[in-house]
């Protein structure tokens, strides 16, 4: 059953979307403010995100651009009550893959979510699974699957976008300022210990019973995923 997240701040819309939907046979989540609808889309396995634009919060096209950034693949639809072409212009150079404009037939809404689906699964079925190998650390980044010798380990969302980020720039530096904003969008606070906070569970579970030892601190600099 496909899941589709709804961010919209008018409750009575997002519940008739919600039923609409429900009833085609879809599974819902429906989310009344930007910020929350980003964590949820970023945190759940979601299958297509319709977003509105004004939102309490944060805005739907930031909502749009943190989730093109963390998800390239993730299907979103706009259903706003901008239809300037400006609007749609940006909406769709933020990242969104259609728009669509209040108010709308629900006929056409429906439509347009099985379309973008199907071009999903298409595209989903050519991706070939990319697996990463870094001494006896294994990561599939398409199936989020973690292994230290043929130990599986667990993450969380967090603890796998950090695990990313080391990974796609193995052997360099990567500087707190940069984790900070491409995992949890975020201007860096230099009072914030989030990223060394999130570094150690890494280590505890990664490292900690486990040769060679594979993140490192240089310090005042950030970190880096190697074999020293």
């Not at 706003?80 to 609007?87: C, F, M």
């Not at 294994?138 to 950090?162: H, M, S």
């Not at 949890?184 to 900690?208: A, H, M, Q």
């Amino acid at each position: 059953m496909k899941t589709i997240l709804i961010i919209e701040d008018d409750r009575r819309i997002a519940q008739n979307i919600s039923r609409g939907l429900a009833a085609e046979g879809y599974q819902t989540e429906i989310a009344y403010e930007g910020y929350n609808g980003r964590d949820l889309a970023l945190q759940q396995p979601v299958d297509l995100v319709i977003l509105d634009i004004n939102l309490p919060g944060l805005n739907g096209f930031e909502v749009c651009r943190n989730l093109r950034s963390a998800k390239p693949h993730l299907p979103i639809i706009m259903l706003t009550a901008l239809g300037e072409v400006e609007d749609k212009v940006e909406g769709l150079e933020r990242g969104a893959d259609d728009y669509m404009v209040k108010p709308f037939d629900w006929r056409e809404l429906s439509a347009r979510v099985a379309t973008c689906l199907r071009r999903s699964e298409r595209l989903n079925a050519n991706i070939a699974d990319e697996v990463v190998r870094v001494a006896n650390l294994t990561i599939n980044l398409t199936a989020k699957d973690v292994y230290r010798d043929t130990q599986r380990i667990d993450l969380t969302g967090k603890e796998f976008r950090l695990l990313e980020e080391l990974v796609r720039n193995r052997g360099r530096v990567v500087t707190k300022a940069d984790l900070a904003e491409r995992v949890w969008s975020l201007n860096f606070d230099p009072g914030t210990n989030v990223v060394e906070v999130y570094i150690n569970y890494l280590r505890k579970k990664i490292d900690k019973d486990f040769e060679p030892k594979l993140i490192h601190t240089r310090s005042g600099l950030g970190y880096v995923l190697k074999v020293d």
